[in-house]
């Protein structure tokens, strides 16, 4: 099974944290309850809705599936994602973490050390039912793998107002030239071009990370070279350009006036009402679109970053959080159990009962509902061409902290891309200095 390869019509990603998607809660594991079945505890503990409903939902499934064991979800926890990130490495380092928890793949990842703190799963069957980019995304250089897929991937671009774009007819871009085009012509009609959320100062990376797939075209081994600290963002003519299209937005003045404090739920009514033409953005919100703007939801498509070579169009995609265990959980073969079921169709139904069509699915055989936002069947033709890349924090551990802040400052025109980028590339380095990396 290749990357990416999928047996259904994607759908739209819902779930992908917009801060740190952690867990945290109280110590210990389950417990057989007497001669009954055994119970495993599920640190959820993001506070994100979705999260906690998709968990729930495999929770409740796999629990009828079967009675010998009973899975229960916590979500409690620390209400700021940095507060369950410190918590829930507190507890693996100190082995109070109870028998399972839900948490990103990725860079992220690789700095809990996995190798040494989590139930490593590689030998599992059900693991060859998982597409192998999932399964890069949460393994180790080792060789250890570790959890399966709670929700679906999805892509990371640019979300556009389809009546605005109706009205001055304009056709999606396919190159950056182009999307300057069609913004020149929506400013020019009197709305916002680009909406900027930095008052949700997470926000301002999505352009950074939603164009690592135009590197990925130049390069499919840049990711690794990356890693190995032979190639950078300020130094590469294709890579610096993740920056200096903030730049570009900017020195434009194709922002909403309050770019600067606006939030993010701003940022989606204005594109979704027709306030702004575009709002750059990862596909989990559309179903926020679909709650709050519900007249609305057909009225936004998605494009991804467009590059310099209109033949290579594509997106950047991002994985899903996953289903981890401790190493030293109690009860290590029943949590392989659960895993299993997450990891088949009656889980990825279990997904897509609790949140409608929900994605590309990484698990083999799992089909969802041919109904979907118009976001997501945008995506369509870049799972369909091939022309998709996962994001880099999922090929690389190598992802400096300070990537939002920077890109703040680019988009509000305190400094420039290339500079931008330069800073950036200092801050990546400490961080790989950091993990031990070798070449850094």
Known sequence: MSAFTHRTRPVAFVGLAIAVAVLAGCSGG???????????????GSGVETNIATAEALADAF????????????????????????????????????????????????????????????????VADLDPAWTAAVSTQSGGLYGVPVQTAGGGGMFYNIPIYEELGLDVPTTWDEFLANSDAIKAAGYTAVEQTYGDTWTAQII????????????NDWANKYTANKVNFADDPVAV?????????????????????????????????????????????????????????EDVGFFGIPGEDGDKAGMTIWMPPALYAPANTEHPDAVKKFMAFVASPAGCDAITGALGATGAYLVEGCSVPEDAPRIVADWAPY??????????????????????????????????????????DADATMQAQQLGLPGW
């Open 30 to 44: 389950g417990a057989d309850d007497g001669d009954g079945p055994i119970t495993l505890d599920w640190f959820q």
């Open 63 to 126: 629990n009828a599936s079967q009675s010998d064991i009973v899975v229960k979800v916590d979500a409690s926890g620390p209400s700021d994602s940095a507060s369950l990130d410190n918590l829930m490495k507190t507890r693996l380092a100190t082995g109070e973490m109870p028998d399972m928890f839900w948490y990103q793949a990725g860079s992220l990842l690789q700095a809990l050390s996995p190798d040494q703190t989590m139930l490593d799963i590689s030998g599992e069957d059900f």
């Open 208 to 219: 950074t990370l939603a164009d690592f797939y135009n590197i990925y075209a130049s390069d």
């Open 241 to 297: 350009q993740s920056f200096t299209k903030l730049q570009d937005i900017h020195d434009r003045g194709y922002l909403n006036q309050d770019f600067a404090s606006a939030l993010l739920n701003d940022g989606l009514e204005a594109v979704a009402t027709g306030k702004a033409g575009h709002y750059p953005m990862l596909g989990f919100a559309q179903a926020t679109i679909a709650t709050n703007w519900p007249d609305h939801v």
């Open 383 to 424: 799972f369909e061409s091939g022309n998709v890349a996962p994001a880099l924090e999922f090929l690389s551990p190598v992802k400096g902290p300070k990537l939002m802040q920077i890109d703040v400052e680019i988009g509000t025109g305190v400094r420039d891309g290339r500079s931008g980028a330069e800073l950036y």
